[in-house]
């Protein structure tokens, strides 16, 4: 249960395209003060909950804007 006022989202996709598309979301603000947001990947003993905004933290807000750019071009997110 969310803590009062908090509002948690948990996003569940095996791509991590959407990964990157959360981080851009994140770094550039477009995501509500007290709210948690977590990716859901992977299944049995691959299974990885991703906390996107500690991601974003530790990754740095300039470097995720460079992100999805780099997506765009490539088309991959491996490399």
Known sequence: MAERGWR???VWSPD???LTLLLDLV????I???TRLKL???KDTKYREIDVIER???TGHRKCHGLI???NLSGV???
Do not use: P, S
Not at 27 to 30: Q, V
């Open 8 to 10: 948690e989202v948990y």
């Open 32 to 34: 509500a003060a007290k």
């Open 16 to 18: 991590t395209d959407v």
């Open 56 to 58: 974003v933290q530790a």
């Open 69 to 71: 750019g780099i997506h």
């Open 27 to 30: 770094a550039r603000n477009h």
């Open 77 to 79: 997110d491996w490399g």
């Open 40 to 42: 859901l990947t992977g």
